[in-house]
């Protein structure tokens, strides 16, 4: 049994058992709007927040050997606004060196080729940059249905059904899971779902059967380092 309490914001002291910790923790990024308006701050200026908690959370990943995280918001079309700080932060992600200096590949799922080119250029560089890197993974859920991702499947299926490649006798639920986005990842086993709605938004909807779910009832912008490890009690608790 270890005591995580040495870190820098931390002021409890924490018990985490290094034997039960989840192998694939995705987070729902949510309350940035309610964040700004109750403190009379620009959107602006909570995204940075917003984006800065996601590196602390990839960082306390990272610390704790976490192989996967994934992180998802619930906007399902970024506004224009959103779609130039999330430029600006891939932008600076590609050149964070915690990224490269531990080897974090790093994956985008949903549409997103379909969001303006400014976007989808340090996107691709980075998928491009990281795709042999292979100590930890990092997911963005960027224009992402889980409900989409499970109709595309199907699709896919659908074609491979045409082409001779299968027989509907063939499909089950292996086969569905090889044609998801998320196909190579293990599913979540815990999710955190930050904000103050008790949803899970579909996220990660044909992997999430067995997934332990912790509402915080914390919005983003306030979401610490401490409210991640006490997530990470609760799946050890329940």
């Not at 927040?49 to 306390?60: G, M, P, Q, Y």
């Not at 992180?71 to 600076?92: G, H």
């Amino acid at each position: 049994m270890g005591i995580i309490n040495l870190w820098e914001g931390v002021k409890s002291k924490i018990q985490l058992s290094s034997q039960n910790l989840p192998k694939h923790v995705a987070i729902i990024v949510d309350g940035c709007e309610e964040h700004a308006q109750k403190n009379n701050i620009t959107l602006q200026d909570v995204y940075k927040t917003e984006f800065l908690n996601i590196k602390n959370a990839i960082k306390v990943g990272t610390k704790l050997n976490i192989p996967l995280l994934t992180f998802f918001s619930r906007t399902t079309k970024p506004a224009e606004e959103e779609i130039d700080q999330l430029v600006e932060f891939f932008s600076l992600l590609l050149n964070w060196g915690h990224i490269h200096n531990n080897q974090i590949k790093i994956s985008v799922l949903g549409k997103w080729y379909n969001l303006p080119q400014r976007l989808i250029e340090p996107i691709k560089k980075i998928i491009s940059d990281t795709k042999d890197y292979d100590k930890q993974f990092v997911n963005f859920c960027i224009q992402y249905s889980g409900q989409e991702e499970i109709v595309d499947a199907c699709k896919l299926l659908t074609q491979q059904v045409k082409l001779d490649k299968i027989t509907p006798e063939n499909i089950d639920k292996a086969l569905v899971k090889e044609n998801i986005y998320a196909s190579y990842f293990l599913p979540p086993d815990l999710l955190i779902v930050s904000g103050k709605k008790k949803t899970t938004g579909g996220l990660l909807l044909w992997d999430s059967t067995n997934t332990k779910i912790h509402f915080t009832g914390i919005n983003w912008p306030e979401f610490g380092r401490e409210d991640f490890l006490k997530s990470l009690v609760f799946f050890q608790s329940n």
